[in-house]
Structure formats: C-alpha cells, structure tokens
C-alpha cells in the first residue's frame, strides 16, 4: 500500500518540507496530497478527517496515521530502515537526534522573523537579538557537524539524513532574508541547495499562486 503525505503550501509550510524531503531524498514511493492552508472551514476538516492535531504534515500507511515532522520522519526511519535516516554509529545517530529536536522546539525568533516564503524578495529584515542568537547557534551546529563528518560525506552526517531534513527549510530562510553566513555555513548551504529532492520542492513552492497574507512580510 502506498504512502500518503498530506502537505500544505509548499511555498509558506516549512513543516510539512521536512518529511516529504526524507522520503524524496530517499526514494520512497509515495502518494502527495496537498491541502491548501488557511482557505477555509472545508479544508481544515480535509485535515481534521486525516488527523486530530488539525495540522499538516500528516503520513497515513494503511491504518497507521502519524503527524509531526520530527515523529514521521521517526517512522520512516523505523519503516524503512535501508533509507538509513538516521546514522548507524549509536553516538551520531544520538547526536543527529538531538539536534533535530533542537530544530524542532527552539529556534522562535528565526522562525516568527523570518518566515518561509519562497516568493518573497530575497533582502535583509531587521532582526531582534534573539532571533541573531538563534542564527549563530545554527551555523555553530552545522559547522561542528560538517566537522565530525565533513569525510564521509556533504551533509551534516555524510550521508543525507533527517538532521538535513529537518534543517532545510532554515537554509531557504537565510537564503530569502539574506542572512550573512560563515564560508562552513555557505557551503552547507549550497549542498542542500543542488540537492534534486530540495530542488524539486523550491519549484513546486515557485509554481504555487496562492497568497496567505498572514505569512507576508516586507
């Protein structure tokens, strides 16, 4: 049976990037279905008969239904353990872990200050010093991970991983907001950004229309 990842606008919903990365990158059949975000009662109880978080992603397998970013990508490493989502070394894979769920539940300032918007200008917003803290500790994760592994491969663990998914929609941040980066940081950068699977999403988001005046900034 084919999997089913319901997915918002790809170019506002950084969350519902994250899963549909792991499973493209990894050439995981299955099946998008996309629900427009904020457009209404009818396609909020689109999501609601998916899942009772009301929110997207969300990834159905047969009876098996599981939202949260962070808890697909857990699934998928569980379901499909040849993608290797997460590292073999106990140590690393402890550390890949870490630093996703660090994604996963900090990072506000960077996340309220700089939405993602594909469509948006590329150009500098001015950023509170919280939101400049949470850009440093960022560029200090990918750099002593790029460090550790940088042998073994272009990605934070060598190979792509659910650390990288989780990230990636941070380098469409600093990319929109014109964020200055370390050259570690760039580098890291341009490895998610010629990755096919990332790339294949971009395009989708650029070819979307659909404007959610909430997620606009100047």
Known sequence: MTLKLVIGNKNYSSWSMRPWLALRANNIAFEEVFIPLYTGDADKRRILEVT???KVPALV???ITVWDSLAIIEYLAERFPDARLWPEDRASRAHARSISAEMHSGFMALRNECGMNLHRPIGPV????????????VQQIWSECR????????????????????????????????????????????????????QEWTRGGLAETIVIERFETT
């Open 126 to 137: 001015t950023l509170s010093d919280d939101a400049r803290a949470n850009i440093a500790r």
């Open 61 to 63: 397998d047969g009876d």
């Open 52 to 54: 009772p978080s009301g």
């Open 147 to 198: 460090k550790r592994h940088g042998k073994s491969g272009p990605f934070l663990f060598g190979a792509f991983s659910g650390a990288d998914a989780m990230f990636a929609p941070v380098v469409h941040r600093f990319r929109t907001y014109a964020i200055e980066v370390t050259p570690p940081a760039a580098d890291y950068m341009n490895t998610m950004m010629a990755q096919p699977a990332f």
